[in-house]
């Protein structure tokens, strides 16, 4: 597929193929053990960012590789996440088919595989495409505490205590509170890690759903079967989150 010279065009190529390479780390090792892989992408988009000489253009106008590599990964494997391999692969053909093997104009651009996407992408998590594609977004998530007290047969009780916030940024750096009702995103407690057969480290998740979270300070207490050790939000670095140690913290266990 050829796509066209306008600016953007080349996440068309990179992102997704960084984006399969993604998919295939999952498939081989599990989504609960993608931290790893997404936190490399992370760091490498917030260094690029860092470092940026001129100004950042919004991902559908990107013009460098730590945007269409770094996080044009991170903003599709995050789509999928939302809306699941179904609708996206979907989203993929479709594209695929009007644009793949086209000998005259108009070739494709960034305009046209966002368009795509946006049609398959449900209206409440539309929200989600506006702030990767179109907007600078960054978060400001941190687990303050973690604290968990035993029941019965297995069964722990985990309070979290966090704190979010979300960010615009203009082309400059300059950032804003955004204003929102919530974003969705991860809720996660684990138990300690172990080795799998080969070897590597594994993460065991006891519970990792999305909650919707608004701005500000949160309390959330749920249950797990087994014993808790860390727990956070969005701990696999899912969001862009300038912060990211700081979104998974030890459980204390309460007498």
């Given at each position: 597929?050829?796509p066209?010279?306008?600016?953007?065009?080349?996440?068309?190529?990179?992102?997704?193929?960084?984006?399969?390479?993604?998919?295939?780390?999952?498939?081989?090792?599990?989504?609960?053990?993608?931290?790893?892989?997404?936190?490399?992408?992370?760091?490498g988009?917030?260094?690029?960012?860092?470092f940026?000489?001129?100004?950042?253009?919004?991902?559908?106008d990107?013009?460098?590789?730590?945007q269409w590599?770094?996080k044009?990964?991170?903003i599709?494997?995050?789509?999928?996440?939302?809306i699941?391999?179904?609708?996206?692969?979907?989203?993929?053909?479709?594209?695929?088919?009007e644009f793949?093997?086209?000998?005259?104009?108009?070739?494709?651009?960034?305009?046209?595989?966002?368009?795509?996407?946006e049609?398959?992408?449900?209206?409440?998590?539309?929200?989600?495409l506006?702030?990767?594609?179109?907007?600078?977004?960054?978060y400001?998530?941190?687990?303050?505490?973690?604290?968990?007290?035993?029941?019965?047969?297995?069964?722990?009780?985990?309070?979290?205590?966090?704190?979010?916030?979300?960010?615009?940024a203009?082309?400059?750096?300059?950032?804003?509170?955004?204003?929102?009702?919530?974003?969705?995103?991860?809720?996660?407690?684990?138990a300690?890690?172990?080795?799998?057969?080969?070897?590597?480290?594994r993460?065991?998740?006891?519970?990792?759903?999305?909650?919707?979270?608004?701005?500000g300070?949160h309390?959330?207490?749920?249950?797990v079967?087994?014993?808790?050790?860390k727990?956070?939000?969005?701990?696999?670095?899912?969001?862009?989150?300038?912060?990211?140690d700081?979104?998974?913290i030890d459980?204390?266990?309460?007498?």
């Amino acid at each position: 597929m050829v796509p066209n010279s306008t600016r953007g065009a080349n996440l068309i190529s990179e992102s997704l193929a960084e984006y399969t390479a993604l998919v295939l780390s999952e498939r081989k090792y599990g989504k609960a053990n993608m931290k790893r892989f997404l936190e490399d992408e992370l760091n490498g988009y917030l260094r690029g960012r860092a470092f940026e000489s001129k100004k950042e253009n919004v991902f559908i106008d990107c013009n460098r590789s730590y945007q269409w590599y770094r996080k044009g990964s991170l903003i599709l494997y995050g789509l999928r996440d939302f809306i699941g391999d179904s609708l996206m692969n979907k989203a993929i053909r479709g594209f695929r088919d009007e644009f793949a093997h086209k000998e005259t104009p108009p070739f494709a651009g960034s305009h046209d595989l966002y368009r795509y996407f946006e049609s398959v992408t449900p209206d409440s998590l539309k929200y989600y495409l506006e702030d990767t594609w179109k907007k600078i977004t960054l978060y400001e998530n941190k687990a303050e505490m973690a604290t968990a007290k035993k029941l019965e047969d297995g069964i722990y009780e985990v309070t979290i205590k966090l704190t979010s916030q979300k960010l615009y940024a203009d082309s400059t750096g300059q950032e804003t509170p955004a204003k929102y009702d919530g974003d969705y995103m991860d809720i996660g407690v684990f138990a300690a890690e172990d080795r799998d057969e080969s070897g590597r480290k594994r993460t065991n998740p006891l519970y990792l759903e999305k909650h919707k979270i608004a701005p500000g300070e949160h309390s959330i207490t749920l249950k797990v079967r087994g014993e808790p050790v860390k727990a956070g939000v969005d701990p696999l670095n899912k969001l862009i989150d300038r912060k990211k140690d700081d979104n998974i913290i030890d459980v204390e266990m309460e007498e």
